[in-house]
């Protein structure tokens, strides 16, 4: 193909190409400028012959302080790892026998039961919140840790059996067969020859369903109440604004360690996280 | 054999299907049965038949909420997939740095939504806010805007946050798809002295067009059912001009406390959501069948 011109490179690649970069990332830029401000320069008004946008004189980590002594963030951090990391746990070990079972066993109703979970993935959280909230003031697990790790699952197990499908489909079933033939039971198959081939979808489905708990916000409102067992993006957004106050040094900074844990993991599995993602969408 | 494998299957089904049915199924019939209730907090109420939907359907904050939810769906839809395929098209060449701007494109679906939101609020301040800054020194404007406090201003404002937040999912999901199509066709079609639009016309789109209903149907869904962004960014306000049916859910439901309303304004999103899962399922079944 030929080159075009320069300049035509520079204005239908480069110039996108920046807009693009710098509208989805200003917003980061922003909860950190912010976090590092001092009040007395965040707090100018946007007509302020001061207002210095995009840079601070004097950067310091009193807000950062502020968040870590004097709310529950520790906790919220806490409590929102431990909830995030049980659902997750629970929803791999959950979709990945499910997913085995609709991929490689042949038994009645299974087309139906794999669209029904398929289906159960499309229920939005919002659709279902009041009545849940009834159902887990019945159970006694309203304001527990157990009220979001029994629920998360119903929004992470559908996809992870969906996306653990797709993987088994992919592993020919001559290698199972050859290890029944030496003998494995097909449990030992699945655990053994199964299992070890498919890490790399479990990952993918682990990462992003860990991601996804992490996020959840209507449920974690709705169910948790005292302020000790918040996660992360409810006690921020709840206990950090009092009636018409924000405490925006604060908030950002909230904002910005509340989101480090799941940029931490998503920077270190950025393919199998776009794996998880696109596999989620494409069936 | 086939005896066996049933069995196996069940009890591999079991967990999933439990849970499945202790907080889906059952929650979704118990919340028909709310809907049709007068039950508040701590009552459980009597049967009122369809009362509840009677009243929401002369309540003009629900129709605005309905109304609301059905444009802030459609519009942001469009322009999510435009920009999301154009950014797909951008990142499909070959150019430095390419793994490092796919990785850092997605930071806005990854990271917790009510908290980069939280960053918008802040940057829709009427006070501090850092566009009308940029506005005024552009000279575009010389008095405040108040981006949130002005009813169709504020919804245009969310909207602006939702596809900030869904361009990265469809850029993404529509560059996987972009490159499971074989270089080999547009070559063929270059060759044949087919213009560029006329390749993407005929070669690209056709060809992607399976992912994008996928990934356009899913989006939707989510979409329609949204709820974080206006609890941060108006909390349904000015004068509960920016509901959407999840948000007014909420208020009247958990914030006044009157489940069987909350239950059936959530339930009011059911017939629309329950349409586009049909569609979807059948169209996954007819490209799976060609």
């Not at chain 1, 320069?6 to 400028?33: E, S």
């Not at chain 1, 909830?83 to 990945?96: D, H, K, N, Q, R």
């Not at chain 1, 996306?163 to 050859?178: A, D, Q, R, S, W």
């Not at chain 2, 596809?163 to 996987?176: D, H, N, T």
Request: hydrophobic content about 55%; overall charge positive; glycine content about 6%.
């Amino acid at each position: 193909m030929i080159e075009g011109a320069k300049w035509k490179k520079w204005l239908w690649f480069y110039l996108p190409m920046g807009m693009f970069i710098l509208g989805l990332l200003f917003p980061f830029y922003w909860m950190l400028v912010t976090t590092l401000k001092p009040d007395g320069e965040l707090y100018r008004p946007w007509n302020h012959p001061l207002y210095s946008p995009f840079w601070t004189s004097a950067p310091t980590l009193d807000h950062v302080k502020s968040l870590l002594m004097e709310t529950l963030f520790n906790t919220w951090m806490w409590n929102t790892m431990v909830i995030a990391l049980a659902a997750t746990f629970i929803s791999l070990f959950c979709g990945v026998i499910a997913g085995y079972a609709l991929a490689r066993l042949r038994f009645r109703w299974a087309g139906l039961l794999g669209t029904a979970i398929f289906v159960t993935y499309l229920v939005p959280q919002t659709l279902l919140f009041i009545p849940l909230a009834d159902i887990i003031r019945d159970y006694r697990i309203g304001d527990t840790p157990w009220a979001l790790i029994l629920t998360y699952p119903t929004f992470l197990i559908p996809f992870c059996t969906w996306l653990m499908m797709g993987y088994f489909k992919t592993i020919p079933k001559e290698l199972e067969e050859c290890a029944r033939i030496d003998g494995a039971t097909r449990w030992q198959a699945m655990v053994y020859i199964i299992l070890p081939i498919a890490m790399p979808g479990i990952l993918s489905a682990g990462i992003f369903a860990f991601t996804l708990s992490w996020n959840e916000f209507i449920y974690a409102l709705v169910f948790l109440s005292s302020p000790e067992q918040k996660t992360v993006p409810v006690g921020v957004t709840s206990e950090l604004i009092r009636g018409d106050v924000f405490y925006w040094g604060s908030l950002m900074a909230g904002a910005l360690l509340g989101s480090i844990p799941v940029a931490f993991i998503y920077s270190f599995f950025v393919e199998h996280y776009v794996a998880g993602m696109t596999g989620s969408v494409k069936g | 054999m086939l005896e066996r494998e049933g069995a196996l299957a069940f009890w591999l089904l079991v967990p999933t299907l439990a849970l499945l049915t202790l907080f889906i199924a059952y929650p979704f019939v118990r919340g028909v049965w709310l809907s049709l209730t007068n039950s508040v907090v701590g009552v459980p109420g009597d049967f009122v038949g369809l009362k509840n939907f009677v009243k929401l359907w002369n309540d003009s904050i629900f129709r605005t909420a309905a109304l609301n939810t059905f444009v802030y769906t459609g519009v942001t839809t469009v322009f999510k997939l435009a920009l999301g395929l154009w950014l797909a098209l951008l990142l499909n060449r070959h150019f430095r740095g390419k793994a490092w701007v796919r990785a850092f494109i997605l930071l806005p679906f990854i990271i917790p939504t009510v908290l980069s939101t939280l960053a918008w609020k802040w940057m829709f301040d009427p006070t501090f806010s850092v566009f009308n800054w940029l506005f005024w020194k552009l000279s575009i404007i010389n008095s405040r805007v108040n981006w949130l406090g002005d009813p169709d201003l504020a919804m245009a404002s969310i909207m602006a946050v939702n596809v900030w937040r869904g361009v990265p999912f469809y850029a993404i999901s529509l560059l996987a798809g972009l490159q499971t199509i074989n270089q080999d066709l547009h070559e063929a079609a270059a060759i044949d002295g087919a213009r560029p639009w006329q390749r993407f016309r005929h070669v690209t789109w056709p060809l992607l067009l399976p992912v994008t209903m996928v990934v356009v149907l899913f989006s939707v869904i989510q979409t329609f059912a949204d709820f974080q962004l206006v609890y941060v960014l108006t909390g349904g306000g000015p004068a509960n001009a920016t509901h959407l049916f999840a948000t007014y859910a909420y208020q009247i439901g958990i914030g006044t406390g009157l489940l069987s309303e909350g239950a059936a304004i959530s339930l009011a999103m059911f017939p629309a959501l329950l349409l586009v899962v049909v569609f979807q399922l059948w169209y996954i079944r007819k490209v799976e069948n060609r």
